[in-house]
């Protein structure tokens, strides 16, 4: 499975708004000029983003974004799947479609990867992410 950029950028956006302080609205020109992430791109992954309820927006000249509900609750695997789609390796994990499901001998396999992903990137939230930065931010580097 890849993630493509819609989900890096995402992720990489959202990020950026954690780590502003609380409350703190961010417009996606400030976003773009801090990431190097294009500000077009950034107004068509904001569309997903809003109809899931991880951003919310104000509009007008003080206007922008900022998480949809508290960063603990957001998780990696919500905003994948907000930008993303389903995040299954392959459709007949979890639709009904292969006539020989009963009988295929990769099922399993398939299912247990798309369990073992979803199990991955639905347990690291926003705030995972941020305590993440901070930390690295903190750590001394010797030669």
Not at 25 to 30: D, K, M
Not at 106 to 124: M, Q
Request: proline residues 6%; glycine residues 10%; contains cysteine.
């Amino acid at each position: 499975m890849r993630i493509s950029t819609k989900g890096r950028y995402s992720l990489e956006a959202l990020l950026y708004m954690v780590l502003l302080p609380q409350g703190e609205y961010s417009s996606t020109r400030t976003i773009a000029e801090n990431t190097g992430i294009s500000d077009g791109y950034l107004e068509q992954l904001f569309i997903p983003l809003r109809k899931a309820g991880i951003v919310q927006g104000i509009r007008g000249p003080q206007g922008g974004y900022l998480p949809g509900r508290p960063v603990a609750e957001i998780t990696v695997g919500e905003i994948l799947r907000a930008v993303e789609g389903p995040l299954e390796p392959v459709a007949c994990v979890t639709e009904n479609i292969c006539p020989m499901k009963d009988t295929c001998i990769s099922t399993h396999t398939w299912s247990d990867l798309y369990h073992e992903i979803t199990d991955c990137v639905d347990a690291i939230s926003l705030a995972d992410l941020g305590a993440a930065y901070y930390a690295l931010d903190k750590m001394e580097y010797a030669i």
